[in-house]
């Protein structure tokens, strides 16, 4: 059994690869991407985060859109694919990505609970509604918190203090998931519980501070927090 966090008072999810599927995008487009449609998935979710932390360092921020775009335009030109029909579909396919299939549930268990429940995500506003409303989670999150409010990509620790403040619940009290080791270390170090859900059974990052529970899938959370 995985330990369980006390007097936790709110979840805090990150949205994309902990509650919706970043490769189902591509997915979707199996058969005019070939038989390297799984690299192209693999190398466009490698640049899009490798985006997010260069143009944080660099002080040159765009959104989540832009840097969407820009790493599918990189993973694109890699496999020699000139497609604008099929750019252009990918695109919007990452506008209504699949949920995992537990997230509905395991939502639903949480706010039966009385847990405060708040997404917390690089992604642009409009690509989050669109995420939200495309798995039908609107009922079930208080707040869909945006790293355009402050205008930097996670791990930043202003990212995470949006939640803190938002939510009116100190990060002690807040049970964050992350399915992206480098953002559960991120959260860790701001100061908030972290569960990592390691969806494909990596390896644990080295970096100063590491996650309180690991677990395969969301299904488990509500035991870990007590409900």
Known sequence: ?????????????????TLFDVHS??????????????????????????YTW??????????????????LDYALD???????????DLMQAYLTLTSYPEVTGMLEKLRSGGMKIAILSNGSP???????RGAGLEALVDHVLSVEEIGIYKPDPRIYQLAVDRLGVPAARISFQSSNAWDAAGAATFGMRV??????GQRRERLPDGPDVELQSLDALPDVIGL
């Open 25 to 50: 995008a591509v997915a979707s487009q199996r058969a005019r991407c070939g038989d390297v449609g799984e690299q192209i998935s693999a190398l466009w979710r490698a640049k899009q985060l490798e």
């Open 195 to 200: 569960v990592w859900i390691n969806r494909f």
């Open 126 to 132: 409009p690509m989050l509604e669109a995420a939200v």
């Open 1 to 17: 059994m995985p330990e369980r966090l006390q007097q936790i008072a709110a979840c805090v999810f990150d949205a994309y690869g």
């Open 54 to 71: 260069l143009r944080s360092l660099m002080g040159r921020h765009a959104d989540f859109w832009q840097v969407t775009g820009d790493a």
């Open 78 to 88: 890699a496999f020699d694919i000139n497609d604008a029909a099929l750019r252009d």
